[in-house]
């Protein structure tokens, strides 16, 4: 160019020299139609193909960031249950890849939009940015639900292992139901205190994941799961609160709060037992008909106190039912044995008792009959050589005589009472009219 402009200038209008000056111009223009046309393609060809080392985004250039992003796309997020954390890294590589692939997409398009040679280019760069949006951006509200699904307490989640640990330990123990083991009644609170710390959980994590993603489609089926659960919790344990509250109740003991030292089944066990047997009645410990009596009466008045404690919280409830027919057959049971037997009893009270006790006669009427009826039986001494011994012994008859008819008299007038002791008081009459004979 140079040297054709001074040759022109000198000698543009010689006729020898419009040969070279065509020859020139026909060089220029080839060099304008191959080199500065092929210098635009080259520099978006230099663009396509330059990597991080020539000042590219692109670590290898942009063939093998597309040969690496497009068929990942194409193939779609794993979805493998086993390894939900492969979802998280295959997103956040492929937000990688799009990240560095729209930076670099928008110097091209700013450099070279207006190049033929870049329209290919351009729409590979779009077809793949438009997949992305396709798989990834719809794909990440799937993601973001079985995120939420997978976490754990060390993600955040109030669940520790995630919600299908959670499901998978709660869900069974629901279907099993309350353990109901008679020989391990504490069992069954303990199921019924971790159920309920479960379902706490469950609702708080249920709660927060219906605000964030209740409208997704995605998570519809883990809603209504988690709903399933909750109905199945009122219906076992809600329901199971109040069989728990009476076997509570029934087996508490002094130290739950209760008036029944070892609980119900201990107290009742006692009592019906020693009822069945009844007043012992053995002639040799008389007292110990007294002590039975005096069991059985404080053992009843604390069932009593208990019977209407528990009538009165659970008296509607089914599962109540059976305890309180139970007391009430034991309370029938007291009223034949021991309210009968005490009649008996004070019949045999006033026979056995001594001057200690009250009675006018020193060791109890058995005593004193022992010494009165065979020295009646024997008579009056009549030994000549002892005369002063009549009177003596007629002194002491006398004097067991009087003891005798004041006891009697005062028992007999008690126990003729027509609403009390009936036969006691016949038997007393009989034997004293015998003696007096």
Same mark, same amino acid.
């Given at each position: 160019?140079?040297?054709?402009?001074?040759?022109?200038?000198?000698?543009?209008?010689?006729?020898?020299?419009?040969?070279?000056?065509?020859?020139?111009?026909?060089?220029?223009?080839?060099?304008?139609?191959?080199?500065?046309?092929?210098?635009?393609?080259?520099?978006?060809?230099?663009?396509?193909?330059?990597?991080?080392?020539?000042?590219?985004?692109?670590?290898?250039?942009?063939?093998?960031?597309?040969?690496?992003?497009?068929?990942?796309?194409?193939?779609?997020?794993?979805?493998?249950?086993?390894?939900?954390?492969?979802?998280?890294?295959?997103?956040?590589?492929?937000?990688?890849?799009?990240?560095?692939?729209?930076?670099?997409?928008?110097?091209?398009?700013?450099?070279?939009?207006?190049?033929?040679?870049?329209?290919?280019?351009?729409?590979?760069?779009?077809?793949?940015?438009?997949?992305?949006?396709?798989?990834?951006?719809?794909?990440?509200?799937?993601?973001?639900?079985?995120?939420?699904?997978?976490?754990?307490?060390?993600?955040?989640?109030?669940?520790?292992?995630?919600?299908?640990?959670?499901?998978? *330990?709660?869900?069974?123990?629901?279907?099993?139901?309350?353990?109901?083991?008679?020989?391990?009644?504490?069992?069954?609170?303990?199921?019924?205190?971790?159920?309920?710390?479960?379902?706490?959980?469950?609702?708080?994590?249920?709660?927060?994941?219906?605000?964030?993603?209740?409208?997704?489609?995605?998570?519809?089926?883990?809603?209504?799961?988690?709903?399933?659960?909750?109905?199945?919790?009122?219906?076992?344990?809600?329901?199971?609160?109040?069989?728990?509250?009476?076997?509570?109740?029934?087996?508490?003991?002094?130290?739950?709060?209760?008036?029944?030292?070892?609980?119900?089944?201990?107290?009742?066990?006692?009592?019906?037992?020693?009822?069945?047997?009844?007043?012992?009645?053995?002639?040799?410990?008389?007292?110990?008909?007294?002590?039975?009596?005096?069991?059985?009466?404080?053992?009843?008045?604390?069932?009593?106190?208990?019977?209407?404690?528990?009538?009165?919280?659970?008296?509607?409830?089914?599962?109540?039912?059976?305890?309180?027919?139970?007391?009430?057959?034991?309370?029938?049971?007291?009223?034949?044995?021991?309210?009968?037997?005490?009649?008996?009893?004070?019949?045999?009270?006033?026979?056995?008792?001594?001057?200690?006790?009250?009675?006018?006669?020193?060791?109890?009427?058995?005593?004193?009959?022992?010494?009165?009826?065979?020295?009646?039986?024997?008579?009056?001494?009549?030994?000549?050589?002892?005369?002063?011994?009549?009177?003596?012994?007629?002194?002491?008859?006398?004097?067991?005589?009087?003891?005798?008819?004041?006891?009697?008299?005062?028992?007999?007038?008690?126990?003729?009472?027509?609403?009390?002791?009936? *036969?006691?008081?016949?038997?007393?009459?009989?034997?004293?009219?015998?003696?007096?004979?």
């Amino acid at each position: 160019v140079e040297w054709y402009e001074g040759f022109k200038s000198n000698f543009g209008e010689s006729k020898h020299a419009q040969e070279t000056i065509a020859l020139c111009e026909g060089a220029l223009d080839k060099f304008q139609e191959v080199v500065v046309a092929g210098r635009e393609k080259l520099l978006v060809q230099n663009a396509i193909n330059g990597k991080k080392a020539d000042g590219s985004v692109l670590e290898y250039g942009l063939k093998y960031h597309l040969d690496r992003m497009v068929p990942a796309l194409e193939k779609g997020i794993p979805g493998d249950p086993r390894f939900p954390e492969r979802d998280n890294e295959w997103i956040a590589a492929r937000e990688k890849e799009q990240k560095l692939l729209v930076e670099w997409y928008e110097g091209f398009k700013s450099n070279f939009g207006e190049s033929k040679h870049a329209q290919e280019t351009i729409a590979l760069c779009e077809g793949a940015l438009d997949k992305f949006q396709e798989v990834v951006v719809a794909g990440r509200e799937k993601l973001l639900v079985q995120n939420a699904i997978n976490g754990k307490k060390a993600d955040g989640s109030v669940l520790e292992y995630g919600l299908k640990y959670h499901l998978d *330990r709660m869900n069974p123990a629901l279907d099993k139901g309350i353990p109901g083991d008679p020989r391990f009644p504490e069992k069954d609170n303990e199921w019924v205190a971790a159920r309920e710390k479960e379902q706490k959980l469950l609702v708080e994590w249920y709660e927060g994941f219906r605000s964030s993603y209740g409208k997704s489609k995605y998570a519809q089926e883990t809603i209504e799961l988690c709903e399933k659960v909750f109905a199945k919790f009122k219906e076992v344990v809600d329901a199971g609160r109040e069989k728990l509250a009476v076997q509570n109740a029934i087996h508490a003991k002094k130290a739950d709060g209760s008036v029944l030292e070892y609980g119900f089944k201990y107290h009742y066990d006692q009592l019906n037992g020693a009822l069945e047997k009844g007043i012992p009645g053995d002639l040799r410990f008389p007292e110990r008909d007294n002590e039975w009596v005096a069991a059985r009466e404080k053992e009843q008045k604390l069932l009593v106190e208990w019977y209407e404690g528990f009538r009165s919280s659970y008296g509607k409830s089914k599962y109540a039912q059976e305890t309180i027919e139970l007391c009430e057959k034991v309370f029938a049971k007291f009223k034949e044995v021991v309210h009968a037997g005490r009649e008996k009893l004070a019949v045999q009270n006033a026979i056995n008792a001594k001057k200690a006790q009250g009675s006018v006669l020193e060791y109890g009427l058995k005593y004193h009959l022992d010494r009165m009826v065979p020295a009646l039986e024997k008579g009056i001494p009549g030994d000549p050589r002892f005369p002063e011994k009549d009177n003596e012994w007629i002194a002491a008859r006398e004097k067991e005589q009087k003891f005798l008819w004041s006891g009697s008299r005062a028992s007999g007038a008690t126990l003729a009472s027509p609403s009390t002791l009936k *036969r006691p008081s016949h038997s007393v009459r009989e034997l004293w009219t015998n003696i007096k004979k």
